[in-house]
């Protein structure tokens, strides 16, 4: 039926030309060489020359196969299907086309282990190099000078929050170190003896330039029952009612004095770590403060489980209220004379203990240095009445949040801060009055204090935006987000210098997949190369000493 219809339509001495074109078709689906499928289509142009023609392509096309081998499946489907032959294409179309299926035939084979959307540049894979090295590497240390009292929160930080000033940032991250000390001591020795006073513990604080010099502890103001320690005898530390909780540190390094522009004192505290400490946090009515409070405010008001760990004396320790006050008035008498400030610093637990600590040493002595808090995760400690006592005594506090932490969101309902934002929003109405009578007699009518500079973990490329609870509370996590943290409409900074190994390790259930593959070769790459250099010291004569500890 075809052939009647092509000799109704096609003069006799074509039909022969018309079929050479159509074997031409069939030859010119095969992806591996166009070129071959040109050239046998002008010789199908000759007369009685297309079988021949066809023949001798097939043959061609077959050794070319052997030759370069078969590509994958998927990709052979796609390459095999048929393309409309279009008369008008050039010769120059057609190489172009054929150099593009070969170069696609290389990448079919590898095809399927690759994804272009998990492969990193080269510069950012340098990049990932650089910050899962151990080595340290920090913003860099300007001179505050005659600025230092700015950084320290004279004028509530405005103008270095958003963006964040890359001399702040550095401050930031330096006092979370020094928390992050207080762990680290804490847990390579956490059990204390209930039956004589602790000895000096070490602190191997992250800046050489500062000094311990007091060690703090902590008292619950109950401890369990005896039957506790018959049923769960492997608790040992969890359960003792004092522990050691920070230490109080100051600088005796020159040149550092010199950038700073005073000599700083800084009381650094950890987070919740034992039974006893977590059943304080769950105690969070509010109880009246010791002290005088101004008639004009209301009386204010701190967690009661907060303030029994500050004010408890243990059975061979002081109370950390008395420890802190003690020596921060005898460094003061020590230094007299010199330009002084103090700076408490805490996570979690700590930061709410750095509140009652700051709000204390504010009034320890007649003329009391500036007194600075720097906290990280912190959960609210008391009322507005507390709120409003620590604006009068000057105690600056600069706290630190992520969006993601719920730790910063407790205690309390929203009578607290809501409260305060109706009366400024809404006065001498009703709804106010009730407002205020609520909140006044609510024992869960919390506040915030200070000024707050908030990070986000969605932000961090390396974070995933789903991280779990204990993710977004890690101190780890928070100097990770301020250190990449530029302006809260600006994505994570290009630039930022700290390690991404420690979060690795801390987090790694909660980095992208991505980084945790890369930084496990990477690992695994470095291990092998420090186990070739170790296996070739080996070999070498040993030395005649041990190396510092240090």
Same mark, same amino acid.
């Given at each position: 039926?075809?052939?009647?219809?092509?000799?109704?339509?096609?003069?006799?001495?074509?039909?022969?030309?018309?079929?050479?074109?159509?074997?031409?078709?069939?030859?010119?689906?095969?992806?591996?060489?166009?070129?071959?499928?040109?050239?046998?289509?002008?010789?199908?142009?000759?007369?009685?020359?297309?079988?021949?023609?066809?023949?001798?392509?097939?043959?061609?096309?077959?050794?070319?196969?052997?030759?370069?081998?078969?590509?994958?499946?998927?990709?052979?489907?796609?390459?095999?299907?048929?393309?409309?032959?279009?008369?008008?294409?050039?010769?120059?179309?057609?190489?172009?086309?054929?150099?593009?299926?070969?170069?696609?035939?290389?990448?079919?084979?590898?095809?399927?282990?690759?994804?272009?959307?998990?492969?990193?540049?080269?510069?950012?894979?340098?990049?990932?190099?650089?910050?899962?090295?151990?080595?340290?590497?920090?913003?860099?240390?300007?001179?505050?000078?005659?600025?230092?009292?700015?950084?320290?929160?004279?004028?509530?930080?405005?103008?270095?929050?958003?963006?964040?000033?890359?001399?702040?940032?550095?401050?930031?991250?330096?006092?979370?170190?020094?928390?992050?000390?207080?762990?680290?001591?804490?847990?390579?020795?956490?059990?204390?003896?209930?039956?004589?006073?602790?000895?000096?513990?070490?602190?191997?604080?992250?800046?050489?330039?500062?000094?311990?010099?007091?060690?703090?502890?902590?008292?619950?103001?109950?401890?369990?029952?005896?039957?506790?320690?018959?049923?769960?005898?492997?608790?040992?530390?969890?359960?003792?009612?004092?522990?050691?909780?920070?230490?109080?540190?100051?600088?005796?390094?020159?040149?550092?004095?010199?950038?700073?522009?005073?000599?700083?004192?800084?009381?650094?505290?950890?987070?919740?770590?034992?039974?006893?400490?977590?059943?304080?946090?769950?105690?969070?009515?509010?109880?009246?403060?010791?002290?005088?409070?101004?008639?004009?405010?209301?009386?204010?008001?701190?967690?009661?489980?907060?303030?029994?760990?500050?004010?408890?004396?243990?059975?061979?320790?002081?109370?950390?209220?008395?420890?802190?006050?003690?020596?921060?008035?005898?460094?003061?008498?020590?230094?007299?004379?010199?330009?002084?400030?103090?700076?408490?610093?805490? %996570?979690? +637990?700590? @930061?709410? *203990?750095? /509140?009652?600590?700051?709000?204390?040493? !504010?009034? $320890?002595?007649?003329? =009391?240095?500036?007194?600075?808090?720097?906290?990280?995760?912190?959960?609210?400690?008391?009322?507005?009445?507390?709120?409003?006592?620590?604006?009068?005594?000057?105690?600056?506090?600069?706290?630190?949040?992520?969006?993601?932490?719920?730790?910063?969101?407790?205690?309390?309902?929203?009578?607290?801060?809501?409260?305060?934002?109706?009366?400024?929003?809404?006065?001498?109405?009703?709804?106010?009055?009730?407002?205020?009578?609520?909140?006044?007699?609510?024992?869960?009518?919390?506040?915030?204090?200070?000024?707050?500079?908030?990070?986000?973990?969605?932000?961090?490329?390396?974070?995933?935006?789903?991280?779990?609870?204990?993710?977004? %509370?890690? +101190?780890? @996590?928070? *100097?990770? /987000?301020?250190?990449?943290?530029?302006? !809260?409409? $600006?994505?994570?900074? =290009?630039?930022?210098?700290?390690?991404?190994?420690?979060?690795?390790?801390?987090?790694?259930?909660?980095?992208?997949?991505?980084?945790?593959?890369?930084?496990?070769?990477?690992?695994?790459?470095?291990?092998?190369?420090?186990?070739?250099?170790?296996?070739?010291?080996?070999?070498?004569?040993?030395?005649?000493?041990?190396?510092?500890?240090?």
């Amino acid at each position: 039926m075809l052939s009647m219809q092509i000799g109704s339509t096609i003069p006799a001495h074509n039909i022969q030309l018309f079929q050479a074109r159509r074997e031409s078709f069939k030859c010119q689906t095969s992806p591996l060489n166009p070129f071959i499928t040109t050239a046998s289509s002008t010789q199908s142009l000759k007369p009685n020359s297309s079988s021949s023609s066809t023949e001798l392509t097939r043959l061609h096309l077959s050794n070319l196969d052997k030759l370069l081998q078969k590509p994958a499946p998927e990709q052979s489907q796609l390459l095999h299907k048929e393309q409309p032959f279009d008369q008008k294409n050039s010769n120059n179309g057609l190489e172009n086309k054929g150099r593009i299926l070969l170069e696609g035939l290389n990448l079919a084979r590898i095809w399927p282990e690759m994804k272009a959307a998990e492969e990193m540049s080269p510069r950012n894979l340098n990049r990932l190099k650089r910050l899962l090295s151990k080595t340290e590497e920090y913003s860099p240390r300007n001179n505050l000078g005659s600025r230092w009292r700015e950084y320290h929160g004279s004028n509530d930080w405005v103008g270095l929050l958003d963006p964040l000033d890359e001399n702040l940032r550095r401050e930031v991250v330096r006092y979370g170190e020094f928390v992050q000390a207080a762990y680290h001591s804490f847990h390579s020795n956490p059990a204390m003896s209930s039956e004589e006073p602790p000895y000096p513990r070490y602190v191997a604080l992250p800046d050489r330039s500062y000094r311990v010099t007091k060690s703090l502890y902590a008292t619950s103001s109950v401890g369990l029952p005896k039957w506790v320690d018959d049923v769960a005898p492997d608790l040992g530390w969890m359960t003792q009612r004092s522990s050691w909780i920070g230490y109080v540190a100051v600088c005796e390094d020159k040149r550092e004095i010199q950038r700073m522009g005073r000599r700083d004192i800084v009381i650094s505290l950890r987070g919740t770590a034992t039974c006893l400490e977590w059943a304080e946090n769950m105690k969070a009515n509010l109880v009246d403060m010791a002290g005088n409070d101004d008639l004009v405010h209301e009386q204010s008001k701190v967690e009661c489980g907060f303030l029994n760990l500050y004010k408890t004396r243990g059975a061979h320790v002081p109370s950390l209220a008395e420890s802190v006050v003690e020596e921060v008035r005898r460094l003061i008498e020590l230094y007299k004379g010199e330009t002084l400030s103090i700076t408490v610093t805490g %996570h979690s +637990l700590g @930061a709410a *203990l750095a /509140l009652l600590v700051a709000e204390e040493l !504010s009034t $320890c002595a007649p003329q =009391a240095p500036p007194v600075a808090v720097f906290s990280f995760g912190g959960p609210r400690v008391g009322n507005r009445g507390f709120s409003s006592r620590i604006n009068a005594n000057n105690v600056k506090v600069l706290r630190i949040v992520n969006n993601q932490d719920l730790i910063t969101r407790v205690p309390g309902i929203f009578m607290g801060e809501e409260g305060a934002q109706h009366e400024h929003k809404a006065t001498n109405t009703n709804i106010t009055r009730v407002l205020e009578m609520l909140n006044k007699n609510n024992p869960w009518a919390y506040s915030h204090v200070g000024t707050e500079l908030r990070v986000d973990t969605k932000m961090s490329p390396y974070l995933k935006p789903d991280a779990d609870v204990a993710c977004c %509370h890690d +101190l780890e @996590a928070y *100097l990770h /987000l301020v250190d990449g943290f530029i302006a !809260s409409n $600006c994505p994570f900074r =290009a630039n930022a210098k700290r390690s991404l190994l420690k979060l690795v390790n801390e987090q790694g259930s909660n980095v992208k997949k991505l980084y945790t593959s890369k930084a496990n070769a990477l690992t695994k790459l470095k291990l092998e190369r420090e186990g070739r250099s170790m296996s070739m010291s080996m070999q070498m004569p040993s030395p005649t000493c041990l190396p510092s500890p240090s």
